[in-house]
């Protein structure tokens, strides 16, 4: 295994930025009771004053939710903070790693003018002092690498992500082209969508590129055999696919918390959906694959800090009912499709019935699709053709 260490945190240790939290108590021990009288002597002064920090004694997985562009201290050196963005889910979760003087920071949230504001006002108010060496994005969705780039140049900060994220980031960000949009929607209405939001998801894509700031052109590409040293503590990269094409999770080996993405958050399942521009891939086998393997690569003692919602520990439980979920969602599809056959768009409607508007229909599709494949894969779903073009599934009978 490689361990990274970020070279320039080193040439900047001497900065006026926050020290780590060892350099503050005097100690390297970590010893919950050396925090307390810590926390009464800072409190109000210096760097990041305004921070409510952690707490001995206190489980961290019982940490009240920040206000938006409020950081607390989550875990000794490690920052929770939310941004906003204007989507049904309203936030993303950051987090900011003390790294040897400097700060280590999973995710971004949205960039474009939204995401700039709202650094700003973190980086002038609660964060001032604070600087960021490095980024690690957890996958290159908008509201996760969307901000990287314009932090990237403030900071003269390197941006870890790889190959199959940016290209797919890519892909997202392409110029329009109306002969493939043209293509893409007729995709779509052979997955049974009605012209109109045919025609709307073909678009979708091009709707996020104001949420995505330009990147870069080095960037650090990270593999599941690296493990970086971030202020002294050890993190191996995770591969994690399904919800993205190569998402990256970071775990600590002393097994006290994991940064997951969202890959496995606490409440919400991550969206697993098959669209016109990965129509060959079956992303649900993938992240049941995935979710296999949580329980050996994540310890349940972990702190789990996605990138939505809240933390949690017990990743293994978590991953069992996510699991169980789209079990269940199989079982209800096979049972609808029965020998009638049914499109993608019959089956919207009775899996996802309160989805309206353009965005959550797209969801919707490409969740439906998405399981649509891996019964298809696993040889429990046919898929055939109504007429000339419309695809239809129908159960088989094993
Ligand atoms: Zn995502």
New binding site residues.
């Given amino acids: 295994m490689r361990v990274l260490r970020n070279g320039r945190d080193r040439r900047h240790s001497g900065s006026s930025g926050p020290r780590a939290f060892e350099a503050r108590t005097g100690s390297k021990q970590k010893n919950d009771d050396l925090l307390l009288p810590f926390q009464d002597a800072e409190a109000g002064i210096g760097p990041l004053s305004g921070i409510r920090r952690y707490r001995a004694g206190r489980d961290p997985g019982e940490v009240e939710v920040p206000a938006s562009l409020e950081p607390v201290e989550i875990l000794p050196g490690v920052l929770w903070l939310r941004v906003d963005q204007p989507f049904a889910l309203d936030h993303v979760n950051c987090y900011l790693v003390e790294d040897y003087g400097g700060w280590t920071l999973v995710d971004t949230g949205i960039g474009g003018e939204i995401g700039s504001r709202q650094w700003d006002a973190l980086l002038n108010g609660p964060l001032r002092g604070t600087r960021i060496t490095r980024i690690l994005t957890t996958?290159a969705?908008p509201?996760?690498i969307g901000a990287a780039g314009w932090l990237s140049r403030r900071f003269d900060a390197v941006i870890y992500s790889n190959a199959d994220e940016l290209n797919r980031l890519r892909h997202m960000l392409r110029s329009f082209d109306p002969a493939e949009a043209s293509r893409n929607a007729a995709f779509y209405r052979m997955h049974g969508l009605a012209g109109e939001a045919a025609d709307a998801l073909s678009l979708q894509d091009h709707r996020y590129a104001a949420f995505v700031d330009e990147l870069p052109a080095d960037i650090r590409h990270l593999t599941s055999s690296e493990v970086l040293d971030i202020g002294g503590r050890q993190f191996a990269v995770i591969i994690g696919r399904g919800?993205?094409p190569c998402g990256m999770l970071y775990r600590s080996l002393d097994g006290t918390v994991c940064f997951s993405g969202?890959q496995i958050l606490s409440s919400i399942t991550?969206l697993i959906g098959v669209w016109a521009e990965n129509a060959d891939e079956n992303p649900l086998d993938d992240y049941l694959s995935f979710l296999a393997s949580v329980p050996v690569q994540i310890s349940d003692a972990a702190l789990v800090l996605g990138?939505h919602q809240m933390p949690f520990k017990d990743a293994a439980a978590r991953a069992l009912s996510i699991r169980r979920h789209h079990e269940e969602r199989c079982a209800i599809i096979r049972s609808f499709c029965g020998d009638e056959g049914r499109s993608v768009g019959d089956i919207i409607p009775v899996l996802f019935p309160k989805a309206k508007g353009e965005m959550s229909i797209g969801f919707a599709f490409g969740e439906v699709l998405a399981h649509m494949h891996y019964l298809a894969a696993r040889g429990e779903l046919d898929t055939g053709r109504a007429g000339d073009w419309a695809i239809q599934f129908t159960r088989t009978n094993p």
Avoid: N, R
């Fill in positions: 996958h969705h509201d996760h919800h993205s969202d991550p990138g």
